[in-house]
């Protein structure tokens, strides 16, 4: 940038743009709409109230009939999309994960509602086997507790099958095996959805941020351990929950745009940077280097991170979220998952963020 375009000081003041909210919005380069947000929803069988989740104030495990009223407060609210992550029972989770690919489980039961009452309403849904292995990992385990690529693949075809046959508009891997996405496009193209969206979770990091999900969902190893011991000797004494064998790690760049790539070389239509505030340099630069829209979710940490602040009067909700999603969508993120959506688009809807 050469002064001899810009001119300098004092014949240009750069604040004399910024004096009112008129000239403000005038020049304004990035905006938040309502149809940006994509709303992560918790659903749960036999939940007749809300059950609010402990360290996500505002945030609810729904049965059919709050999931219903959750998808009306959305068109209402101008959201577009939703994505819906299952809450099962102990007794249904098991080392094969078969409530996954089951189609008259809890997701395929519910899409079929809620597709029914709110055709335009998009579902994304999720595939993945972590809310239906007993151990909590999204993969299925070999005798020695390593996650199995393969076998696990073939598990995520069936599930996606059954997520695309209940009617989700997209189906969104957030698994990280290896060569699922292809297989995942072929199995829907061979069985006629060929209509169906692949939203690739192609750069998921193995972060800290997703333990109140973890939680929420009861995936967190420990707490429903009854794999074999040689899986994790964790009954006595619980590890954490550690991904890091499929998951990328926080240091890698390079790598990300290995994953981007092959997953949109396999059939990917869209992809997904997670978590988001942390990775916006993964967001930029994915958006920039490959042209495809690119989406980022602001996941269960991020979103328990700011609850916890705001509860200790640090900052102002509003604005430190409105601030943090537009960020994301500076990055280069086309659409924000994230818990805040309905009460984000509440406050678009009586004012402006930007
Ligand atoms: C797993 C999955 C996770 C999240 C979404 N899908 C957690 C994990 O990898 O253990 C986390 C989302 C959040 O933290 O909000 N398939």
Request: with cysteine; glycine share 6%; aromatic share 8%.
């Amino acid at each position: 940038m050469e002064n001899v375009f810009y001119g300098g000081f004092p014949q240009v003041r750069l604040r004399r743009l910024r004096r009112t909210a008129y000239l403000r919005d005038l020049v304004c380069e990035h905006t938040l709409r309502a149809h940006d947000l994509i709303w992560p929803i918790f659903i749960k069988d036999h939940s007749s109230h809300y059950h609010e989740i402990t360290s996500m104030p505002g945030v609810y495990h729904c049965g059919l009939k709050e999931l219903l009223n959750a998808c009306e407060q959305a068109c209402q609210l101008g959201i577009r999309a939703i994505a819906l992550f299952p809450v099962i029972s102990p007794e249904k989770k098991c080392l094969m994960a078969r409530e996954a690919y089951y189609p008259d489980s809890l997701v395929p039961r519910f899409v079929a509602q809620i597709k029914q009452r709110f055709p335009d309403l998009c579902v994304i849904g999720d595939v993945a086997l972590d809310p239906y292995t007993s151990h909590g990992h999204d993969g299925l385990l070999a005798e020695n507790g390593a996650v199995l690529n393969d076998d696990t693949v073939r598990v995520l075809c069936e599930q996606a099958s059954v997520l695309a046959g209940a009617g989700v508009d997209v189906v969104a891997p957030s698994d990280m095996m290896d060569g699922r996405v292809a297989a995942i496009r072929q199995s829907l193209d061979q069985k006629g959805f060929t209509h169906t969206i692949i939203m690739s979770y192609a750069a998921k990091y193995a972060s800290s941020l997703y333990q109140p999900f973890r939680v929420a969902i009861g995936s967190s190893l420990g707490v429903n351990s009854q794999t074999k011991k040689t899986h994790h000797q964790a009954s006595k004494n619980p590890l954490p929950l550690c991904k890091k064998t499929y998951q990328l790690s926080p240091d890698r760049l390079q790598e990300a745009l290995r994953e981007v790539a092959f997953d949109l070389k396999e059939g990917a239509d869209l992809v997904l940077i997670k978590p988001a505030t942390l990775y916006a340099d993964i967001i930029k630069t994915v958006s920039q280097t490959f042209h495809v829209p690119t989406f980022a979710y602001h996941v269960s940490g991020e979103y328990a991170m700011i609850k916890a602040g705001v509860a200790r009067g640090v900052f102002i909700e509003r604005d430190v979220v409105s601030e943090i999603l537009l960020s994301l969508k500076r990055a280069g993120a086309q659409g924000i998952f994230t818990y805040y959506a309905p009460v984000v688009a509440g406050w678009l809807q009586d004012g402006h963020e930007r």
